[in-house]
Nanobody, 120 residues
Framework: QVQLVESGGGLVQAGGSLRLSCAAS????????MGWYRQAPGKQRELVAT???????NYADSVSGRFTISRDYPKNTVYLQMNSLNPEDTAAYYC??????????????WGQGTQVTVSS
């Protein structure tokens, strides 16, 4: 059973930084891609950043230049370094992964979410 466990959310002042982590575990054969999405109250869930095998990254325009996504391949962990945070970044952040397992083949998985709150 694949699990994605996130950590690193919290409360920070505008202009500050946070680093989110998401560790995948449970019968993993390979990870095709990992990423972060976020959902603010009353809004739809939106892409923040993704990283694919080979290190190819993609960012939402709203975070490009401020956020950096990276992966630790041996640890099956993805990170999101968030700098120059502003109140508009306040949201629940969700880890997402496209994973191949021997039993399920290729499937998409979500973490439970971690709250990021940026005060002005």
């Amino acid at each position: 059973q694949v699990q994605l466990v996130e950590s690193g959310g919290g409360l920070v002042q505008a202009g500050g930084s946070l680093r989110l982590s998401c560790a995948a575990s449970g019968g993993i054969f390979s990870i095709v891609a990992m990423g972060w999405y976020r959902q603010a109250p009353g809004k739809q869930r939106e892409l923040v950043a993704t990283i694919r095998s080979g290190g190819f990254t993609n960012y939402a325009d709203s975070v490009s230049g401020r956020f950096t996504i990276s992966r630790d391949y041996p640890k099956n962990t993805v990170y999101l370094q968030m700098n120059s945070l502003n109140p508009e970044d306040t949201a629940a952040y969700y880890c997402n992964a496209d994973i191949q397992t021997p039993s399920m083949g290729r499937s998409n998985y979500w973490g439970q979410g971690t709250q990021v709150t940026v005060s002005s």
